[in-house]
C-alpha cells in the first residue's frame, strides 16, 4: 500500500476538506492554485496514517496549522512523534498557531517560501 491517499482515511479526509478552521481558509486563499510562488498545494492530504493540513509535493513539504488543542503536553508529544514520523519520510514540516496566519501571514508566507528549493 502507498502512503499517499490510503482510502481508509478518505471519509476524515473529506470532512476535513469541508470543514476548514478559519486560519486554514484564510491561508488556503495564498497557497491555492499556485499562488506561492508557482508550488502546488494540496489541503488535507493524506500521507502515511496521517492527514496533513496542507502538502507541497515539490518541495515535499508540510504545513500544519495549530490551535488550542495543541498547546497541552499531550498533544505536543504527538505532534513532535508526528513530525519525526514525517520527517523520516523525506517531509519537512512547518507548524504555525492559528494566530500567526491573521496577525502575522506575510511573515507566515515567507517562512513557507525560505523551505522551497530555488
Known amino acids: 500500500m502507498g502512503l499517499h491517499n490510503r482510502k481508509y482515511l478518505k471519509e476524515n479526509r473529506l470532512i476535513l476538506r469541508n470543514s476548514l478552521t478559519p486560519a486554514e481558509a484564510e ?19 493524506r500521507l502515511g ?3 496533513l493540513d496542507f502538502y507541497c509535493p ?8 495549530d490551535g488550542q488543542v495543541h498547546q497541552h503536553s499531550v498533544t505536543e508529544q504527538a505532534d513532535m ?8 519520510l523525506g ?3 512547518l507548524r504555525f498557531e492559528n494566530k500567526e496566519v491573521f496577525q502575522q501571514l506575510d511573515a507566515v508566507l515567507q517562512e513557507i517560501k525560505t523551505c522551497f528549493s530555488k
Open 58 to 65: 515539490s518541495e515535499r513539504l508540510a504545513i500544519e496549522l
Open 91 to 93: 517531509i519537512k514540516v
Open 81 to 88: 512523534d508526528r513530525d519525526l514520523k514525517l520527517n523520516e
Open 27 to 45: 491561508l488556503w486563499n495564498h497557497l491555492k492554485v499556485g499562488q506561492l510562488e508557482g508550488r502546488k498545494f494540496r489541503r488535507q492530504h
Open 49 to 51: 496514517n496521517f492527514i
